[in-house]
């Protein structure tokens, strides 16, 4: 049972580099997020989706796309790089609607380096 | 909008000793309300959940929860800390499973031996 898959784990780029940060799911849950995670600041929302065709922006989306064209997948892309954007990244998947089951699963993270 | 507090930055307790972890939120609508924990170089794990019903929440690891709607608290408690729970604790809440997850910036929990 793999949960929530993210790659890398580790990434170096260079400021104006462009990388995608993959992120898969094997629950079959709708809904999926990215969050960044950064020192004092808790997690902030990048982009999510409650399905596939379906994209919204959070709190922070400046500086990154997202598609959704499969219920497992939600990569995030960098379109280019800047040092502002070293953090670590949270990709999180959980069912939609009003059910019990609405707690979200994370992956284990990408720790994203600007130099 | 939705929007978590977690007055303390750190909470240090002693083995043994109760542990309380506090969280306020702010939202229009009944809440999901969530604790989760992240272990060092970890991603986030899932502890306890309040969605309605008993206002008292049993999680994983002997944590629970109580919800209190008049001071929109949703407090995380231990009876019994351990070295092992020192960890980040974060505490969240949506409005449904079609809404943003919005998180707290996190209490650092210290259990000194």
């Known amino acids: 049972n793999a949960g929530v898959t993210q790659t890398p784990k580790f990434q170096v780029l260079k400021t104006g580099q462009s990388m995608t940060l993959q992120c898969a799911q094997d629950m079959n849950h709708e809904y999926m997020s990215w969050y960044r995670q950064d020192p004092g600041m808790g997690l902030r929302l990048i982009h999510y989706s409650v399905g596939a065709g379906i994209t919204d922006q959070g709190e922070v989306p400046n500086g990154y796309n997202v598609s959704r064209s499969t219920t497992e997948d939600f990569p995030l892309r960098l379109l280019s790089a800047a040092p502002s954007q070293t953090s670590v990244y949270f990709c999180?998947?959980?069912?939609?609607?009003?059910?019990?089951?609405?707690?979200?699963?994370f992956g284990q993270g990408t720790r994203l380096t600007v130099v | 909008a939705q929007s978590v507090a977690q007055p303390e930055d750190q909470v240090n307790v002693a083995e043994g000793n109760p542990l309380t972890v506090k969280c306020t939120y702010s939202?229009?609508?009944?809440?999901?309300l969530f604790w989760y924990v992240q272990y060092p170089n970890r991603g986030l794990q899932f502890l306890l959940k309040y969605i309605t019903g008993d206002n008292l929440v049993k999680g994983s690891y002997g944590f629970e929860a109580e919800f209190n709607k008049s001071q929109t608290s949703f407090h995380l408690k231990k009876p019994s800390a351990l070295v092992s729970d020192s960890a980040l604790y974060f505490c969240a809440v949506r409005l449904s499973g079609n809404t943003p997850l919005v998180f707290g910036k996190g209490t650092r929990l210290s259990v000194i031996a």
């Open positions: 939202v229009s609508g009944n809440p999901y």
């Open positions: 999180a998947s959980s069912q939609t609607g009003y059910e019990t089951n609405t707690e979200a699963f």
